[in-house]
T-cell receptor
């Protein structure tokens, strides 16, 4: 299995631009998570999907952030418009069942200048 | 809001020494996981503990889940440079959501 695949690995964009991060979870996993990691705040849960349905998006910082999961094999996290404080590493993770642990992608390092 | 506090935050030790990392919370979790993260990579799952008081061993690593399922510890025996990394604990609730701890950055000096 190729594991969780994220793209792009690195993204540099100007403030105000739209950014779309992509994720392909492990086949057969029914839960998908988006996390953001910074030195100051550590690993924060942004949103959680179960069977393609958003269950908890309370971690999404602002309306500028949105996430979709149109099918079991693809999810996107969009930031529009982007701001310098959005600079971070964004991780996607998937899980098979409750409490079994999550498998992470390699992350997307986002820099907003 | 960080539900899980880890200690110490940073740890630098010599090769061959033993160490323990702690993960504490006021919340009860249905399970708890430990991950290791290396620079430029995502966290990698090491172990999942489910039962209060459970102890699991993974080579030189020993993981324990507290009796009340609120805390956990990771003990490494005879640390090696390859153990260097960021160690993260994560608690899962019944809804399959994972909440990560603050992390412990370990450096093992050859």
């Amino acid at each position: 299995d190729a594991g969780v695949i994220q793209s792009p690995r690195h993204e540099v964009t100007e403030m105000g631009q739209e950014v779309t991060l992509r994720c392909k979870p492990i086949s057969g996993h029914n839960s998908l998570f988006w996390y953001r990691q910074t030195m100051m705040r550590g690993l924060e849960l942004l949103i959680y999907f179960n069977n393609n349905v958003p269950i908890d998006d309370s971690g999404m910082p602002e309306d500028r952030f949105s996430a979709k999961m149109p099918n079991a094999s693809f999810s996107t996290l969009k930031i529009q418009p982007s701001e310098p404080r959005d600079s971070a590493v964004y991780f996607c993770a998937s899980s098979l069942r409750g409490g079994a642990g999550a498998f992470f992608g390699q992350g997307t390092r986002l820099t907003v200048v | 809001t960080q539900l899980l506090e880890q200690s110490p935050q940073f740890l630098s030790i010599q090769e061959g020494e033993n160490l323990t990392v702690y993960c504490n919370s006021s919340s009860v979790f249905s399970s708890l996981q430990w991950y290791r993260q290396e620079p430029g990579e995502g966290p990698v799952l090491l172990v999942t503990v489910v039962t209060g008081g459970e102890v699991k061993k993974l080579k030189r690593l020993t993981f324990q889940f507290g009796d009340a399922r609120k805390d956990s510890s990771l003990h490494i025996t005879a640390a090696q440079p390859g153990d260097t990394g960021l160690y993260l604990c994560a608690g899962a609730n019944t809804g399959n959501q994972f909440y990560f701890g603050t992390g412990t950055s370990l450096t093992v000096i050859p």
